[in-house]
């Protein structure tokens, strides 16, 4: 706990600024300090995780999953290459934390625009920045692994449920129940998962939005800053957007494939003609079951992460940064100064 304390003391720091609102110090004072409060989350995310225990509860459940397969499949429990991708994609993440911060560490700031700042303060500073890297980039692993997890549970039950359907054997009572079980696993793996996981994709996605519009914002500013330093405020924007897409991309992928199973179900004429009503009222539990449960998280609680958010977010949010590149012409357009 301690150490998510001192987390919140370096968002105050980061969030510190003196410039006027729209100027560059104002700018690049969001730019990293939104996504300062987002490293806060992670570590509150990785504490919980641990404290409850969630990770060999899934597990748990996980293994109960797979055992309900109609035929085994051991690819499936590889995740050597995720885990490849993962150390691979953590070097860039890594390089634009340390960029901006040695660069102003080398010419006595915490921010180029800000003033020059006690070499203590720096120093903390860019070590937490190193910290940072390391606790979010084990928060987005197990995030990613879980996602992935039960993402190749559901579209391998698809393939298995679309086989049977051309088979024409979901009739049979005994296939019937078993997709019928193992659907009611995944689902209960799922609300599992999201009952931990949405502390972590409630709020980061929103402080990473907040840094992506000021990160846009900040592009009209390439004629006030040395080049080098432009090009690693943009490489910490194209980092903060591939974070985010990562979070964001795996979990709307995870609802199509939950769509699929509810067009299998409901498109299936193998039950119209049925005339064991067994049958037929374990077909209809299964219909209403994926209608009724719940099983997306949202963004603050209130924007579910769909296709339909992405592609809203996709468009809303960058041009909210050239809003204020407008708004910014429009005042030095008019006589005024930021």
Not at 114 to 133: H, K, Q
Not at 152 to 157: A, I, N, T
Not at 245 to 268: D, G, K, V, Y
Not at 311 to 321: D, E, K
Request: aromatic share 16%.
């Amino acid at each position: 706990m301690v150490i998510i304390v001192l987390l919140f003391a370096r968002v105050g720091q980061l969030m510190e600024t003196k410039g006027n609102s729209l100027s560059f110090a104002w700018a690049e004072s969001n730019f990293f300090g939104f996504p300062a409060i987002f490293a806060c989350v992670s570590a509150l995310c990785i504490f919980g995780w641990t404290k409850n225990g969630f990770i060999p509860k899934f597990s748990q459940k996980l293994a109960r999953v797979r055992m309900l397969r109609l035929e085994s499949n051991s690819k499936l429990d590889s995740y050597r290459l995720m885990q490849v991708l993962a150390l691979i994609f953590s070097i860039p993440w890594l390089l634009a934390m340390m960029s901006w911060i040695v660069y102003n560490f080398t010419h006595n700031k915490i921010y180029y625009g800000g003033e020059e700042t006690n070499i203590f303060f720096r120093v903390i500073l860019a070590v937490s920045n190193f910290y940072i890297w390391y606790i979010s980039t084990i928060c987005l692993a197990v995030y990613l692994l879980v996602i992935l997890a039960v993402t190749r549970e559901v579209d391998y039950f698809n393939q298995e449920l679309k086989r049977a359907k051309e088979e024409r054997i979901l009739k049979n009572i005994g296939v019937l129940e078993k997709f019928d079980f193992r659907q009611n696993q995944i689902l209960e793996t799922i609300l599992l998962a999201n009952g931990s996981l949405s502390s972590f994709n409630t709020f980061a996605p929103l402080f990473l939005f907040y840094a992506l519009a000021n990160g846009v914002y900040l592009t009209s500013f390439m004629d006030s800053v040395p080049l080098f330093y432009f090009v690693m405020l943009m490489f910490n924007l194209a980092a903060v957007i591939i974070y985010n897409a990562f979070i964001l991309f795996p979990t709307c992928a995870l609802q199509e494939h939950l769509t699929a199973t509810n067009i299998i179900l409901i498109n299936n004429d193998e039950f119209e003609c049925s005339k064991d009503p067994i049958v037929y009222q374990t077909y209809r539990i299964m219909v209403d079951r994926m209608q009724k449960v719940d099983t997306r998280m949202a963004v603050i609680g209130a924007f579910p992460i769909t296709r339909n958010f992405l592609a809203a977010a996709s468009f809303i949010v960058p041009n909210l940064g050239f809003l204020l590149i407008m708004v910014k012409k429009v005042l030095i357009a008019n006589g005024g100064h930021v």
